[in-house]
C-alpha cells in the first residue's frame, strides 16, 4: 500500500459545480495535513493546511479524519481557475514529507 | 521579487555529462530542498539542508550532490548524467528548520531532459 494515495481522475465537471476528493494515508502516527495545487507545467503552491476541526477558505473545505486516516478537500461553486492537479501532502515526522499523486481536476464551461 | 528562483528553466544534455541546477530564495527562510518530479507526476524529496547543515538524504545516487554555500542558496550538482535523470527537479524552502508543520514554497522547476 503506499503511504499516500490519490484518486488520479481525472474530475471533469460544469463551472459551478461542487466536488470532492479524498486523500489517505498508511502511517496513523502522521502529524501534520496539507492540500497543495499544481497548475500544468508550473511548480505546486500551497492551497492550505488541513486540521481536525476542519477549516474552510473561502469555496474550499479541507478536512481531517484520524481515525479513517484520510483528508478531504471540498470546493464549492468551482470556478474555470479551479482546474489544476490537487496533491495531498502528509507529514509522518520532520525527515519525512510524502505527497501524493495528485488529483486532476478540470472545470469545463 | 521571485521568492525561490532556480536556473536553468530547462536543461537538455547528453548521457554521461556533468550539469548544475542553481537555486537561491530571497524569504529569509532557514530550510532548503531538493525535489524530484518524474514522469509520473509523483514529487519526491531529495535532499533538505537547515542554515546550510544537510538534515534529508532520501535515497539517491550518490551522483546527486547538494550543496549550500549559505542558507540563501542550494545548488544540485549532477554527476554522469543517465537517461532516468530526465525529470522536473523543484527547489523548496521552509521558514523553520524543516518541522511537521511548515509550508513549503517552490521554485519554478528546471525541467531537465538526458539524451
Known amino acids: 500500500r503506499k503511504e499516500v494515495e490519490q484518486d488520479p481522475g481525472p474530475f471533469n465537471v460544469p463551472e459551478g459545480a461542487t466536488v470532492a476528493f479524498n486523500c489517505t494515508y498508511s502511517n496513523s502516527a502522521s502529524q501534520s495535513f496539507f492540500w497543495y495545487r499544481q497548475d500544468c507545467r508550473k511548480e505546486p503552491k500551497l492551497l492550505m493546511s488541513v486540521y481536525s476541526s476542519g477549516n474552510e477558505d473561502g469555496r474550499f473545505t479541507a478536512q481531517l479524519n484520524r481515525a479513517s486516516q484520510y483528508i478531504s478537500l471540498l470546493i464549492r461553486d468551482s470556478k474555470l481557475s479551479d482546474s489544476a492537479t490537487y496533491l495531498c501532502v502528509v507529514y509522518s515526522s520532520a525527515s519525512k514529507i510524502i505527497f501524493g499523486s495528485g488529483t486532476r481536476l478540470s472545470i469545463r464551461p | 521579487d521571485t521568492a525561490v528562483s532556480q536556473t536553468p528553466k530547462y536543461l537538455v544534455t547528453q548521457m554521461g555529462n556533468d550539469k548544475s541546477i542553481k537555486c537561491e530564495q530571497n524569504l529569509g527562510h532557514d530550510t532548503m530542498y531538493w525535489y524530484k518530479q518524474d514522469s509520473k507526476k509523483f514529487l519526491k524529496i531529495m535532499f533538505s539542508y537547515n542554515n546550510k547543515e544537510l538534515i534529508i538524504n532520501e535515497t539517491v545516487p550518490n551522483r546527486f550532490s547538494p ?49
Open chain 2, 67 to 115: 550543496k549550500s554555500p549559505d542558507k540563501a542558496h542550494l545548488n544540485l550538482h549532477i554527476n554522469s548524467l543517465e537517461l532516468g535523470d530526465s525529470a522536473v527537479y523543484f527547489c523548496a524552502s521552509s521558514y523553520g528548520s524543516g518541522g511537521t508543520n511548515e509550508k513549503l514554497f517552490f521554485g519554478s522547476g528546471t525541467q531537465l531532459s538526458v539524451l
